[in-house]
């Protein structure tokens, strides 16, 4: 068979995507910050069971989720706690919240996670938080400026760490990033000049504006979106400085208007979406340009966008699929019952500068989001998709030789292993100019220095659990015998399975009491993976309890169904248990 060519276009998705028609944390933010701007706070949607989303976002630890029951970081905890001071709510036990800031603290600057290592995004949201929530200072205002001087690349830009600026990646995302958090530590600028040359920076900034008159990320950006031109035009303001032709920036802004008045991201997109409108009216705020030529047209919009029961999606809810559960869709379906409509769906999502596969079309891509793509059949065909992807990839990697869900932000094991199974379907991990030793390194560095045997974090000096420990040996089976022994990876799934393997039936996160979901379908691909017998009526007493006329539960414990996800991974487990090792596709979220 041929192999089809394609040309990757700024246009939403084509074919069907499935939709569950819930809110979604990042819409939600974008949605009541964009009305707060416009001054039209009092049009959110059902405020009260708005309020109710983003708090039930809070975990005992005072940070907040992207999602009940996972676990709290610094980006979710911003965007719940900045959207409810927008709506004038009060934002509960802000000392604890501040407790758990403090333990994500490098010593010289923030991580997403406790134990991760710092990065730009993590030290935007956590040193805001810190300061506009909690009442500040960050905890040694020095050692922050001293990491926040080390960003910027000899080019004049600013990357996502210190490590990546010494590898010259700078980013409009990042230098919003890297200036905001300076502005939070020193009153706003008040209290401490820039720790740049701000000239340099500057001119970085507006270099990346075009003729046309929008930002790019990077000068290897293919076209200018709203996105980069909102960071690129935020960060000139914060540095008292403006692009070079704001009025061909302001045009181009208004340029984006699609037929309701709201706007979309790029030229010749067709969906008038929530981050779009919210980076309109960013950058005409920062621009000094008068809103309320907009404002009507853009609080229509947004409420067209709000979800019952509160919160907020991307576009309209009956329609805003996201790429996990279209994947499951297809995966659930099986080879039997094919969806190309579905499949289709999935490829749109490969959008303008960013190789991989995005959660929602308009945002970024996210490495766990390619995996279920290309695990459900997406760019089978499409070399020159895979091809980008696997650039994405490469340019994917940190430092420290793991991997993130999104660039720039620190490594994390479920996102390493992710990104090795990528590359896996990608025909690699040889070959895709991945650092594949760097890879090991990492996941070297979850390991726990004691205690029991094998036993791994999600991130460096994280608590233990099973799916990390099993990621770990996945990503070592993967690698070879070339650089990592096959015998002891093999040992340890089996130590592990041991260690976890609830009574019952299935296995557990933790201990070996209360299994769930998520570990049992780890443990079952980490047994095949490794070669080693599974106890199929083990497994089935697992399934039968969490599977029922809702749906599949998360774990035996959790009320109803758990949606497409867990009904996903609930019908892949009970295909397995009837069919030969190698059946389950490497699938991960946490």
């Known amino acids: 068979m041929t192999a089809t060519v394609t040309t990757t276009a700024p246009r939403a998705p084509r074919g069907r995507g499935v939709s569950g028609g819930e809110p979604d944390l990042w819409c939600t933010y974008a949605a009541v910050r964009t009305l707060a701007w416009l001054d039209r706070g009092d049009t959110v949607t059902d405020p009260d069971g708005t309020a109710a989303y983003l708090t039930g976002r809070r975990n005992a630890d005072g940070g907040y989720a992207w999602s009940r029951g996972m676990l709290s970081d610094a980006w979710a905890t911003f965007y719940c706690t900045q959207a409810l001071r927008d709506m004038g709510r009060p934002v509960p036990g802000t000392e604890a919240t501040a407790r758990w800031l403090e333990r994500t603290w490098s010593g010289d600057a923030y991580a997403m996670l406790p134990g991760q290592a710092p990065d730009v995004w993590a030290t935007h949201f956590s040193a805001r938080t810190a300061v506009e929530l909690c009442g500040g200072p960050v905890p040694d205002r020095a050692r922050l400026l001293d990491w926040l001087s080390r960003l910027q690349c000899a080019e004049g830009g600013l990357s996502w760490s210190p490590e990546d600026a010494r590898r010259g ?22 209290s401490g000049e820039p720790p740049w040359d701000v000239d340099a920076l500057a001119d970085w ?105 509160g919160g907020y999606t991307y576009r309209e809810p009956g329609v805003a699929a996201d790429a996990l559960s279209t994947a499951a869709a297809v995966l659930s379906a099986g080879p039997a019952a094919p969806r190309p409509d579905e499949v289709r769906w999935l490829e749109g999502c490969q959008l303008p500068n960013e190789g991989g596969v995005m959660y929602m079309p308009g945002r970024g891509s996210e490495v766990r989001c390619t995996l279920w793509a290309l695990a459900a059949g997406a760019f089978a065909e499409d070399r020159a998709a895979r091809h980008r992807i696997a650039d994405w990839l490469a340019e994917l990697q940190n430092a420290d030789g793991g991997f993130g869900y999104w660039e720039g932000r620190g490594s994390d094991l479920v996102s390493t292993a992710a990104a090795v199974e990528t590359a896996a379907l990608l025909g690699g991990p040889d070959g895709l100019g991945l650092d594949l030793a760097g890879a090991l390194a990492f996941v070297d560095s979850c390991r726990t220095a004691e205690g029991e045997p094998f036993a791994h974090g999600n991130v460096p000096g994280a608590e233990p659990g099973l799916r990390p420990a099993l990621q770990a040996q996945r990503v070592r089976l993967l ?13 340890a799934v089996g130590v592990l399975l041991a260690r976890h393997r609830v009574r019952g039936g299935g296995y557990a996160g933790e201990g070996n009491r209360v299994p769930d979901l998520l570990s049992t379908y780890e443990a079952v691909l980490a047994a095949d993976r ?57 699938l991960a979220l946490s």
Request: aromatic share 8%; with cysteine; hydrophobic share 40%.
């Open 205 to 309: 900034l507006r270099d990346r504006q075009g003729e046309e008159g929008g930002f790019r990320f990077a000068p290897a950006a293919e076209v200018p979106c709203l996105w980069a031109t909102y960071r690129a035009v935020g960060a000139l303001a914060a540095l008292g400085r403006t692009p070079r032709d704001p009025d061909g920036c302001q045009e181009w802004v208004m340029r984006r208007r699609g037929p309701s008045g709201a706007f979309v991201r790029w030229d010749g997109y067709d969906v008038e979406d929530v981050w779009a409108s919210f980076c309109a009216v960013g950058t005409l705020k920062a621009l000094g340009a008068p809103l309320a030529p907009v404002a009507d047209a853009v609080t229509a919009r947004i409420a067209e966008l709000g979800c019952p029961g």
């Open 479 to 491: 690698l070879g015998p070339g650089l990592a022994p096959p015998d002891e990876a093999r040992e």
């Open 169 to 190: 990646k700078a980013d409009v995302r990042a230098c919003y990033y890297g200036v905001m958090a300076w502005r939070a530590a020193t009153d706003n600028g008040a």
């Open 530 to 586: 490794a070669g080693l017998a599974l106890d199929t009526g083990h497994v089935s007493a697992f399934t039968d309890r969490v599977r029922g006329t809702d749906g599949t539960a998360w774990s035996p414990l959790a009320p109803g169904g758990g949606g497409p996800l867990a009904d996903c991974l609930g019908t892949l487990l009970t295909r397995r248990l009837a069919a030969d090792p190698g059946a389950l596709p490497a």
